[in-house]
C-alpha cells in the first residue's frame, strides 16, 4: 500500500461486506450526502466489469466462464491496479473516492475458498501499490440473511455456506481503519451511521490532516 504525505487530498473510503449486503446502496448515498454538502465525491465499484479484465471477471461471476481459481484472483488484483494512476491523481486532486468493495474482497474471496497455495500473504502480496483506504466501512450481516434479499443466488459466490467462509476471512483482516455497522437495519438508519464515521474522515483528509500510511 502506497503512504501518503501530509497535505490536502480526497478520501479514500472504502465498503465491503458479503453479497447482496447493500454496499451499493450506501455508496451512491454517501456520495449524494457529500456531494450535497460541497465535497468533490465519486463513485467506483470494483470488480470494474466495463474494461477488458472487467469483462473477462463478470463472464466468471456469471458462471460463463472456468477459470483457475490464481487465475482469477490475479484478474480481480489487475482490475484494481489499471485503475492505480486514476486513483491517485483523483485522490491528489482532492476529490474523495467512495468505492464499492476493494482489496479485502480480492483476500477474502479467495482465501474462502481454501485453496493451500494461495494463502492470505499470496493473496495480500499482489494488493502491493494500491492506495491504502482511510476507512473501511464494513456492513455486517449474516450469510443468511443476506441470501433472503432479492436476486441472491445469480452469481457464482453467492451461495451461503462460501459466504460464511468469506465472512470468517474478512473477519481476520479487520484491522484500525474499519468501522463496522449492522447491515440489517434499514436504508436510512444505515446511511446515518455511516455517514457519522465517513465526515470525518473526509474532512481530515480534506484538511491535510490525515495520517500519512
Ligand atoms: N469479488 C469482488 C472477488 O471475488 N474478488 C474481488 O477482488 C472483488 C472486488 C461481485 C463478486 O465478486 C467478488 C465478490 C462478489 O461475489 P459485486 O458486483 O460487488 O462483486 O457483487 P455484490 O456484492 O453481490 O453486489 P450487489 O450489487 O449484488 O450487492 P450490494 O451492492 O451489497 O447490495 P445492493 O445495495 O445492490 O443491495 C442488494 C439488494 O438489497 C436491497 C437492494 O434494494 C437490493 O435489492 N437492499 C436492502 N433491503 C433491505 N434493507 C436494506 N437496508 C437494504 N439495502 C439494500
Ligand atoms: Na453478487
Redesign the pocket.
Known amino acids: 500500500e502506497v503512504s501518503y504525505g501530509q497535505s490536502s487530498r480526497g478520501a479514500l473510503i472504502v465498503f465491503e461486506g458479503g453479497?447482496?449486503c447493500g454496499k451499493t446502496t450506501q455508496c451512491r448515498k454517501l456520495v449524494e450526502r457529500l456531494r450535497s454538502q460541497g465535497v468533490d465525491a465519486v463513485m467506483w465499484r470494483f470488480p470494474d466489469r466495463s474494461t477488458s479484465i472487467g469483462q473477462a471477471i463478470n463472464a466468471y461471476?456469471v458462471e460463463q466462464s472456468h477459470m483457475d481459481d490464481a487465475v482469477a484472483h490475479l484478474l480481480f488484483a489487475a482490475n484494481r491496479m489499471e485503475k492505480r494512476e486514476e486513483m491517485l491523481r483523483l485522490l491528489s486532486g482532492r476529490t474523495t473516492l467512495v468505492v464499492d468493495r476493494y482489496s479485502y474482497s480480492g483476500v477474502a474471496y479467495t482465501a474462502a475458498k481454501g485453496v493451500p497455495h494461495l494463502s492470505m500473504d499470496y493473496c495480500r502480496a499482489v494488493e502491493v501499490g494500491l492506495p491504502a483506504a482511510d476507512l473501511v466501512i464494513f456492513m455486517d450481516m449474516t450469510a443468511e440473511a443476506t441470501a433472503a434479499r432479492g436476486g441472491y443466488g445469480?452469481?457464482r459466490?453467492?451461495k451461503v455456506d462460501f459466504q460464511q467462509k468469506v465472512m470468517k476471512a474478512f473477519e481476520a483482516l479487520r484491522d484500525e481503519r474499519w468501522a463496522v455497522i449492522d447491515a440489517s437495519g434499514t436504508i436510512d438508519d444505515i446511511h446515518q451511521k455511516v455517514a457519522a464515521v465517513a465526515e470525518p474522515v473526509v474532512q481530515r483528509a480534506l484538511a491535510g490532516s490525515a495520517l500519512g500510511r
Open positions: 453479497d447482496r461471476l445469480q452469481e459466490y453467492e
